[in-house]
């Protein structure tokens, strides 16, 4: 089997698991890795977590740089504060969940990776709290919950795998 096949046959499955999460963006998300290439599964959670951390660290950055703009009201600027910090936790998380894949501990890397991915919900559910607030990290949201739901779909397979 080729390295993009079991990326594709990964993706595929993990899809067919989970209605929320997308193939193709499984797929594109960790052909654009090189590593990725000829890695096996536990090393495509890894890469996969990897990405998650990068992307956490990203809006982490994006929340300050927003935070420090003047375009946004009190409540707004609440909200940010709050994501910021949901965000900050989930990104010591996801550490704690490599941690976890590492030791072969794929129970422990599920409810790590479960834990951070509460972050997106609970930062989009802050803004939808107020009638007519824009949620300015819908896309960046909307990625890391993706990459989520890989990362929980794969140690799954994982896990049963080595039952």
């Known amino acids: 089997m080729g390295s993009n096949d079991l990326i594709r046959l990964s993706c595929k499955k993990a899809a067919a698991s989970d209605p929320n999460l997308r193939y ?18 536990e090393q495509l959670v890894a890469i996969t977590l ?8 990203s809006i982490t950055s994006t ?4 935070l420090v703009e003047k375009q946004f009201d009190k409540y707004a600027k609440e909200c940010l504060e ?23 501990d794929y129970g422990k890397a599920n409810i790590e990776i479960s834990s951070a991915m509460d972050a997106s919900s609970t930062c989009e559910d802050g803004f939808l709290e107020k009638k007519g607030e824009v ?14 739901i890989i990362s929980l779909a794969f140690i799954n397979t994982l896990a049963q795998d080595h039952k």
């Open 24 to 41: 193709k963006f499984c797929v594109s998300s960790l052909e654009a890795i090189p590593q990725s290439h000829g890695a096996d599964l």
């Open 82 to 104: 709050d994501c910021l910090e949901l965000y900050s936790d989930a990104d010591l998380t996801l550490q704690d969940a490599v941690g976890a894949l590492k030791a072969k």
């Open 50 to 57: 990897n990405l998650t951390i990068s992307n956490a660290t």
């Open 135 to 148: 949620y300015p990290l819908k896309r960046e949201n909307d990625h890391f919950c993706q990459l989520n």
């Open 63 to 66: 929340i300050s740089k927003l």
